[in-house]
T-cell receptor, first 115, second 112 residues
Protein backbone atom coordinates (compact mmCIF):
# COMPACT_ATOMS: atom_id res chain seq x y z
CA UNK A 1 0.00 0.00 0.00
CA UNK A 2 1.05 3.61 -0.57
CA UNK A 3 1.38 6.24 2.14
CA UNK A 4 -0.04 9.56 1.05
CA UNK A 5 0.26 12.91 2.78
CA UNK A 6 -1.49 16.17 2.02
CA UNK A 7 -0.71 19.73 3.02
CA UNK A 8 -2.37 21.68 4.44
CA UNK A 9 -4.72 19.47 6.43
CA UNK A 10 -7.17 22.35 6.73
CA UNK A 11 -7.40 26.03 5.94
CA UNK A 12 -9.76 28.95 6.18
CA UNK A 13 -9.50 31.35 3.26
CA UNK A 14 -11.07 34.58 2.09
CA UNK A 15 -13.14 34.67 -1.07
CA UNK A 16 -11.24 35.69 -4.18
CA UNK A 17 -7.97 34.15 -3.01
CA UNK A 18 -6.31 30.91 -4.16
CA UNK A 19 -5.03 27.90 -2.24
CA UNK A 20 -2.57 25.26 -3.42
CA UNK A 21 -2.87 21.79 -1.94
CA UNK A 22 0.07 19.42 -2.05
CA UNK A 23 -0.06 15.63 -2.32
CA UNK A 24 3.03 13.54 -1.64
CA UNK A 25 3.31 9.77 -2.10
CA UNK A 26 6.00 7.56 -0.62
CA UNK A 27 6.51 5.60 -3.85
CA UNK A 28 6.36 6.24 -7.58
CA UNK A 29 2.88 5.91 -9.02
CA UNK A 30 1.51 6.36 -12.50
CA UNK A 31 -2.03 7.43 -11.72
CA UNK A 32 -2.98 10.20 -9.34
CA UNK A 33 -6.44 11.64 -8.91
CA UNK A 34 -8.01 14.68 -7.25
CA UNK A 35 -11.50 14.54 -5.73
CA UNK A 36 -13.85 17.01 -4.11
CA UNK A 37 -16.18 16.05 -1.28
CA UNK A 38 -18.73 18.74 -0.55
CA UNK A 39 -20.27 18.78 2.95
CA UNK A 40 -22.31 15.65 3.55
CA UNK A 41 -21.83 14.47 -0.02
CA UNK A 42 -20.00 11.74 -1.87
CA UNK A 43 -16.74 12.09 -3.74
CA UNK A 44 -16.63 13.72 -7.16
CA UNK A 45 -13.60 13.27 -9.38
CA UNK A 46 -12.08 16.59 -10.43
CA UNK A 47 -9.28 15.36 -12.66
CA UNK A 48 -6.63 12.77 -13.33
CA UNK A 49 -3.13 14.18 -12.82
CA UNK A 50 -0.83 12.94 -15.56
CA UNK A 51 2.92 13.06 -15.14
CA UNK A 52 4.54 15.08 -17.90
CA UNK A 53 1.32 16.26 -19.50
CA UNK A 54 -1.77 18.28 -18.72
CA UNK A 55 -4.34 16.91 -16.32
CA UNK A 56 -7.51 15.35 -17.69
CA UNK A 57 -10.55 17.13 -16.25
CA UNK A 58 -14.01 15.71 -15.64
CA UNK A 59 -17.14 17.39 -16.89
CA UNK A 60 -17.89 20.51 -14.88
CA UNK A 61 -14.29 21.17 -13.85
CA UNK A 62 -11.91 23.44 -15.75
CA UNK A 63 -8.21 24.09 -15.66
CA UNK A 64 -8.57 27.81 -14.97
CA UNK A 65 -10.41 27.09 -11.74
CA UNK A 66 -8.48 23.98 -10.66
CA UNK A 67 -4.98 24.04 -12.16
CA UNK A 68 -3.03 20.86 -11.43
CA UNK A 69 0.66 20.14 -11.58
CA UNK A 70 2.36 16.75 -11.66
CA UNK A 71 6.11 17.36 -11.88
CA UNK A 72 7.12 13.78 -11.03
CA UNK A 73 5.77 10.37 -10.09
CA UNK A 74 5.50 11.08 -6.35
CA UNK A 75 4.02 14.58 -6.16
CA UNK A 76 1.07 16.64 -7.36
CA UNK A 77 -0.59 19.92 -6.52
CA UNK A 78 -4.16 21.15 -6.92
CA UNK A 79 -4.89 24.87 -6.82
CA UNK A 80 -8.36 26.16 -6.05
CA UNK A 81 -8.46 29.57 -7.72
CA UNK A 82 -10.54 32.66 -7.09
CA UNK A 83 -12.37 30.90 -4.29
CA UNK A 84 -15.97 31.40 -3.28
CA UNK A 85 -17.90 29.91 -0.34
CA UNK A 86 -19.19 27.21 -2.70
CA UNK A 87 -15.64 25.86 -2.89
CA UNK A 88 -15.78 24.92 0.80
CA UNK A 89 -15.15 21.17 0.66
CA UNK A 90 -12.73 18.42 1.50
CA UNK A 91 -10.22 17.90 -1.29
CA UNK A 92 -8.64 14.47 -1.51
CA UNK A 93 -5.88 13.06 -3.63
CA UNK A 94 -5.59 9.39 -4.40
CA UNK A 95 -3.23 7.08 -6.21
CA UNK A 96 -4.06 4.13 -8.38
CA UNK A 97 -2.51 0.77 -7.62
CA UNK A 98 -0.84 -0.74 -10.64
CA UNK A 99 -2.34 -4.01 -11.81
CA UNK A 100 -4.85 -4.03 -8.98
CA UNK A 101 -8.19 -3.61 -10.65
CA UNK A 102 -8.61 0.12 -10.11
CA UNK A 103 -7.93 0.04 -6.39
CA UNK A 104 -7.02 3.49 -5.08
CA UNK A 105 -5.42 4.69 -1.88
CA UNK A 106 -6.50 8.04 -0.51
CA UNK A 107 -4.76 10.83 1.29
CA UNK A 108 -6.20 12.24 4.53
CA UNK A 109 -7.81 15.17 2.73
CA UNK A 110 -7.62 18.94 2.99
CA UNK A 111 -10.60 20.60 4.65
CA UNK A 112 -11.15 24.00 3.05
CA UNK A 113 -13.49 26.68 4.37
CA UNK A 114 -14.02 29.81 2.30
CA UNK A 115 -15.48 32.84 4.03
CA UNK B 1 -22.95 5.00 -18.20
CA UNK B 2 -21.60 3.42 -15.05
CA UNK B 3 -23.28 4.25 -11.76
CA UNK B 4 -23.58 3.12 -8.15
CA UNK B 5 -26.62 3.39 -5.90
CA UNK B 6 -26.52 2.91 -2.13
CA UNK B 7 -29.28 2.75 0.40
CA UNK B 8 -29.96 6.04 2.04
CA UNK B 9 -28.92 6.70 5.58
CA UNK B 10 -28.39 7.35 8.30
CA UNK B 11 -28.55 3.80 9.57
CA UNK B 12 -28.78 3.63 13.36
CA UNK B 13 -28.13 0.34 15.12
CA UNK B 14 -27.49 -0.89 18.60
CA UNK B 15 -24.18 -2.52 19.40
CA UNK B 16 -24.01 -6.20 18.33
CA UNK B 17 -26.82 -5.79 15.81
CA UNK B 18 -26.59 -7.19 12.27
CA UNK B 19 -25.69 -4.71 9.54
CA UNK B 20 -26.63 -4.65 5.88
CA UNK B 21 -25.93 -1.71 3.60
CA UNK B 22 -27.29 -2.23 0.12
CA UNK B 23 -25.34 -1.33 -3.00
CA UNK B 24 -26.33 -1.90 -6.61
CA UNK B 25 -24.50 -0.90 -9.73
CA UNK B 26 -24.86 -0.35 -13.45
CA UNK B 27 -21.83 -1.02 -15.59
CA UNK B 28 -20.57 -2.20 -18.92
CA UNK B 29 -17.82 -4.76 -19.00
CA UNK B 30 -16.42 -6.35 -15.88
CA UNK B 31 -15.89 -3.75 -13.16
CA UNK B 32 -14.22 -4.21 -9.82
CA UNK B 33 -16.26 -3.36 -6.73
CA UNK B 34 -15.10 -1.76 -3.50
CA UNK B 35 -16.29 -0.65 -0.10
CA UNK B 36 -14.49 2.31 1.42
CA UNK B 37 -14.99 3.66 4.94
CA UNK B 38 -14.54 7.23 6.15
CA UNK B 39 -14.24 7.73 9.89
CA UNK B 40 -15.07 11.18 11.26
CA UNK B 41 -12.50 13.77 10.23
CA UNK B 42 -10.43 11.31 8.19
CA UNK B 43 -9.83 10.32 4.58
CA UNK B 44 -11.12 7.18 2.89
CA UNK B 45 -9.81 3.74 3.74
CA UNK B 46 -10.32 0.68 1.60
CA UNK B 47 -12.45 -1.78 3.57
CA UNK B 48 -12.76 -4.63 1.09
CA UNK B 49 -12.91 -5.41 -2.60
CA UNK B 50 -14.02 -7.99 -5.17
CA UNK B 51 -12.72 -8.18 -8.69
CA UNK B 52 -14.98 -10.70 -10.40
CA UNK B 53 -18.40 -12.29 -10.12
CA UNK B 54 -19.02 -14.45 -7.03
CA UNK B 55 -15.89 -13.13 -5.30
CA UNK B 56 -16.38 -12.40 -1.61
CA UNK B 57 -14.38 -9.58 -0.10
CA UNK B 58 -13.91 -9.56 3.67
CA UNK B 59 -12.09 -7.51 6.29
CA UNK B 60 -12.56 -6.66 9.98
CA UNK B 61 -15.73 -8.78 10.16
CA UNK B 62 -17.30 -7.04 7.15
CA UNK B 63 -18.03 -8.94 3.98
CA UNK B 64 -19.62 -8.38 0.58
CA UNK B 65 -20.22 -10.71 -2.37
CA UNK B 66 -20.03 -9.60 -6.01
CA UNK B 67 -23.38 -10.70 -7.47
CA UNK B 68 -23.44 -10.22 -11.22
CA UNK B 69 -26.95 -11.63 -11.64
CA UNK B 70 -28.42 -9.01 -9.31
CA UNK B 71 -25.74 -6.35 -9.97
CA UNK B 72 -25.25 -5.98 -6.24
CA UNK B 73 -22.45 -5.74 -3.68
CA UNK B 74 -24.19 -5.47 -0.31
CA UNK B 75 -22.06 -4.88 2.78
CA UNK B 76 -22.77 -7.03 5.85
CA UNK B 77 -21.43 -7.46 9.35
CA UNK B 78 -22.78 -9.87 11.89
CA UNK B 79 -22.21 -7.79 15.02
CA UNK B 80 -21.45 -4.08 14.81
CA UNK B 81 -19.49 -2.10 17.37
CA UNK B 82 -19.61 1.55 18.34
CA UNK B 83 -16.22 1.94 16.64
CA UNK B 84 -17.84 1.01 13.30
CA UNK B 85 -19.68 4.33 13.25
CA UNK B 86 -18.57 5.97 10.02
CA UNK B 87 -19.64 6.74 6.46
CA UNK B 88 -19.47 3.78 4.07
CA UNK B 89 -19.03 4.25 0.32
CA UNK B 90 -19.63 1.64 -2.34
CA UNK B 91 -17.51 2.19 -5.46
CA UNK B 92 -17.12 0.74 -8.92
CA UNK B 93 -13.82 0.61 -10.76
CA UNK B 94 -13.90 1.05 -14.50
CA UNK B 95 -11.54 -1.35 -16.21
CA UNK B 96 -11.25 1.04 -19.16
CA UNK B 97 -10.29 4.25 -17.38
CA UNK B 98 -8.87 3.32 -13.99
CA UNK B 99 -11.40 5.66 -12.40
CA UNK B 100 -13.66 4.99 -9.44
CA UNK B 101 -17.33 5.89 -9.34
CA UNK B 102 -18.73 6.31 -5.85
CA UNK B 103 -22.17 5.83 -4.42
CA UNK B 104 -23.63 8.60 -2.31
CA UNK B 105 -22.41 7.13 0.96
CA UNK B 106 -24.31 5.69 3.93
CA UNK B 107 -23.79 6.99 7.44
CA UNK B 108 -23.79 4.31 10.13
CA UNK B 109 -24.33 5.22 13.76
CA UNK B 110 -23.89 2.47 16.33
CA UNK B 111 -25.19 3.17 19.81
CA UNK B 112 -23.98 1.38 22.92
Amino acid sequence: SAVISQKPSRDICQRGTSLTIQCQVDSQVTMMFWYRQQPGQSLTLIATANQGSEATYESGFVIDKFPISRPNLTFSTLTVSNMSPEDSSIYLCSVGVESSYNEQFFGPGTRLTVL
Amino acid sequence: GNSVTQMEGPVTLSEEAFLTINCTYTATGYPSLFWYVQYPGEGLQLLLKATKADDKGSNKGFEATYRKETTSFHLEKGSVQVSDSAVYFCALGSSNTGKLIFGQGTTLQVKP
